[in-house]
């Protein structure tokens, strides 16, 4: 390692990977630190299955995105079109407007163009095909989220880091940013630790990327409250929140949703971090097909509010809420084909039975007599009047009851019945620094801090309370890149003056 470089990033996940590309592509001599060893590398990124939210004014910007795909497969998709216009309006309605208009205005403007950026050097893209079905004689896209890395997240930072090492990164592994070196005129550089002896690296500018704080034990307990101490996390344990302390050191605002965070239903028996083999497998995002129990043996969501891309983010806080932090999803076969391989693992927490009351007698630490009551009193509420179509909200309700169903509501009666247990899992956190359109860190006063820039996870103000699937690599990939830009442009004015 140099005692030098124009760019320093600090992590070594998608937005990271996506500034110190960057940061070359503009001249700036730059190194990556990323506290994990190399077969841990890539972050929370790793573990995602690479789905991108981006907007796309019709299919030819897709084709733009999959070029290798066949004229017949375009025949037979029907992505209809997801403008920049309706990307930010879903971060505006999931934040309850809370969002910062003008980041949430890039992220959604600069989408396609950042994934064709990266396409350019050389990532390799495909249809997401979780929340698309047949309909007629073609698959048809819905929910906003139409895209993926090939090989999903392990393929798409491996992709990353081998994209970054040829352009000549520097990429050093279990070394950790401690501390960020202040001096006249602002950040010049990072304390870095490895093998427990530590080096001021100096930079012409520092990009901050490594992640909230979700895999912080302390933290969760501290800032998103009673209970979060207890939520599984679903990716890195790397993640402890060390960035954002960092910056708020140097004088950076914190800002955003400092109690809220990504966090879905998990496997309640999945291994407190996340498992690289198994990814995002753990996930059951199947329930807007079904109902969902607590211990009690009472449904507590309505969990055909929307698309499950809408609604699957918050859904982790309210099964925390439960009692014990668990809940049981229970599905009949008619929707068997409509939830994905993540019920279909080994790993999964699952009984299945031929009869309602079978069921009901596999499924543990639940108060059966009222699971029964429930099962009866929803079956008997589904409006049996409407057509079931899993590609609209199809208006397929429940009449009558206190908790409703509002789409897909299916009695529960056709065998084989099957019941998922789930917990909590964690994804990332919603506060964090503040940035300007450059991603330029901010301090109280709204004024960028000289050479240092953030993006990822650790950025406040993008999300609130809930997010549109697909947004974290997004975010990533658009203000990365700006990050890196605007980073190498800095080092290169110091340079010079
Ligand atoms: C199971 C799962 C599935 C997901 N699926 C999707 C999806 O399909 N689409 C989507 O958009 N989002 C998805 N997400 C969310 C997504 O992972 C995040 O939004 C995104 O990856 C964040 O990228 P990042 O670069 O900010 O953070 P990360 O990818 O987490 O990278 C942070 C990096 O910082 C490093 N680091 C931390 N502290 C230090 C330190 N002190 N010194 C040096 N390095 C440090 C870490 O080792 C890591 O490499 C998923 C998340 C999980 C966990």
């Not at 009949?332 to 031929?354: F, G, S």
Request: with cysteine; charged share 25%.
């Amino acid at each position: 390692m140099k005692d030098f470089y124009d760019v320093v990033v600090v992590g070594g996940g998608n937005a990271a990977l996506s500034a110190a590309l960057s940061a070359r592509e503009n001249g700036a001599s730059t190194a990556v630190i990323e506290c994990a060893p190399l077969e841990e590398r890539g972050g929370n990124s790793s573990y995602t299955a690479g789905a991108f939210r981006i907007a796309y004014d019709g299919v030819s910007d897709l084709k733009a995105l999959m070029p290798e795909l066949s004229d017949q497969e375009w025949e037979g998709y029907d992505f209809g079109a997801y403008p920049a216009r309706e990307l930010f309006d879903d971060i505006a309605t999931t934040t309850q407007y809370r969002t910062d208009p003008a980041l949430a205005d890039i992220l959604a403007r600069e989408s396609h163009a950042a994934l064709m950026w990266l396409k350019s050097k050389g990532l390799r893209l495909l249809p997401y095909g979780r929340q698309s079905a047949k309909v007629g004689n073609k698959r048809k896209w819905f929910g906003g989220l139409v895209i993926e890395a090939l090989g999903g997240g392990i393929g798409l930072t491996d992709f990353e880091f081998q994209a970054a090492e040829k352009a000549g990164v520097e990429v050093f592994y279990r070394t950790f940013a401690r501390d960020l070196i202040k001096g006249d005129g602002g950040v010049r550089g990072v304390v870095v630790e490895r093998d427990a002896s530590r080096q001021d690296l100096r930079a012409g500018a520092v990009v901050l990327a490594c992640g909230g704080f979700e895999a912080n034990t302390e933290w969760r307990a501290r800032y998103l409250g009673p209970g979060w101490d207890l939520a599984k996390v679903r990716g890195c344990r790397y993640n402890q929140g060390a960035g954002i302390r960092m910056a708020i050191d140097a004088g950076a605002q914190s800002t955003g949703n400092w109690s809220g965070c990504h966090a879905i239903s998990w496997d309640r028996n999945a291994p407190p971090y996340g498992e690289r083999t198994i990814g995002e497998l753990f996930s059951k995002h199947g329930y807007p097909f079904g109902i969902v129990v607590n211990a009690e043996g009472k449904r507590f969501i309505d969990e055909g509010a929307d698309f499950y891309l809408y609604t699957y983010a918050k859904n982790g806080r309210a099964v925390l809420a439960q009692p014990g932090q668990f809940a049981w999803q229970l599905f009949d076969a008619q929707v068997r084909h409509l939830i994905h391989d993540e019920y279909r693992i080994k790993q999964a927490t699952r009984v299945t039975a031929d009869s309602i009351e079978e069921l009901i007698q596999k499924i543990e630490d639940v108060d059966k007599t009222q699971l029964a009551r429930t099962i009866r009193e929803y079956n008997a509420a589904v409006m049996r009047d409407r057509k079931f179509d899993p590609t609209v909200k199809d208006g397929l309700g429940t009449r009558g009851i206190e908790i409703p169903k509002s789409n897909w509501a299916l009695p529960l009666e056709v065998p084989p019945f099957e019941a998922f247990a789930v917990t909590c899992g964690i994804t990332f956190t919603y506060g964090g620094i503040k940035i300007n359109a450059d991603a330029n860190v901010v301090d109280i006063d709204d004024r960028p801090i000289p050479g240092l820039y953030a993006a990822g996870e650790m950025v406040g103000g993008i999300f609130y309370f809930n997010y549109p699937g697909g947004s974290g690599l997004t975010s990533g990939a658009v203000f990365g890149r700006r990050a890196g830009r605007d980073a190498a442009r800095f080092a290169a004015q110091r340079r010079t003056s």
